[in-house]
């Protein structure tokens, strides 16, 4: 029967991304009332799956980039002998089990998976994409409910705000008194779970001396800076390695 698992033998190498989007959440949204355009309670159930993920799933990713309903994971090394199957497959649903356990779903939770071969100097330009992403992702959703607010149909609104530059969006919302570059930052910029060492000095009982340590800890950073920016852009040269 191993004969016909056509695509359990298909492996990469490390680095690569693993990119997880949320199937047909909009119906998630509806059945758990939450706020548009965007929710805090969505947002920190969100990181609390990068989190485990980060922590606690056995992929080991050095970290975990999401917004909205999309979460990225950054492997520099790879279980499962690099099976891209059996990443895909842990991912996401390991995701799904953590998010039903954040949100306290009674109905099922499913995300797509997809790994991308990466190398360092790649991943940086990834994650700027993926900002960018989430600033568009941000414009659409304060306008598409603002139009919505106007009396439109939600698919009246997708079709007007369609192809839309980003610039109009802005005055748009602008016009209506709502400043987007002021709304929270984990609205326009997205959320990063990362692991931190750092050393801590301890005590040795039995041989009555001070010891020093490395210990490691996930940290949650809803306050990241525009990548595109220096300062972003020496944040992410740093986060995944870069010279």
């Known amino acids: 029967m191993e004969n016909r698992e056509l695509f359990a033998s298909i492996t990469t190498v490390p680095p690569v991304i693993v990119r997880l989007d949320g199937r047909a959440f909009h119906r998630l949204a509806h059945m758990l009332g939450l706020a548009k355009p965007f929710d805090g309670r969505f947002s920190h159930a969100m990181s609390a799956v990068c989190r485990s993920l980060v922590a606690d799933s056995g992929l080991s990713p050095e970290f975990a980039y999401t917004f909205s309903d999309e979460i990225s994971l950054y492997l520099p ?23 039903t356990l954040a949100l306290e779903c009674a109905e ?36 598409q409910q ?8 939600p698919r009246q609104a997708a079709a007007q705000l369609k192809g839309m530059p980003a610039n109009e ?24 779970v990362y692991k931190k060492t750092a050393e ?17 800890s996930v940290s ?15 944040f992410l040269k740093k986060l995944v390695g870069c010279p």
Request: glycine share 6%; proline share 7%; net charge neutral.
């Open 108 to 143: 099922p939770i499913a995300f797509d998976a997809r790994t991308i071969p990466a190398t360092p100097d790649y991943c940086v330009e990834y994650l700027v994409n993926r900002q960018d992403e989430a600033w568009r992702n941000h414009l659409n959703g304060y306008c």
């Open 169 to 192: 969006l802005h005055d748009l919302m602008h016009a209506r008194g709502v400043n987007l570059a002021k709304t929270p930052a984990w609205q326009r910029r997205g959320v990063l």
């Open 200 to 216: 801590k000095v301890g005590f040795n009982p039995i041989t009555q001396e001070k010891v020093r340590a490395i210990r490691s």
């Open 146 to 153: 603002a139009l919505i607010a106007d009396g439109m149909k």
């Open 77 to 99: 090394k790879l279980p499962f002998s690099g099976r891209v199957e059996k990443i895909d497959s842990v991912a996401s649903s390991f995701a799904a089990s953590a998010l």
């Open 220 to 234: 949650i950073d809803d306050d990241l800076p525009l990548f595109t920016s220096p300062e972003g852009q020496e």
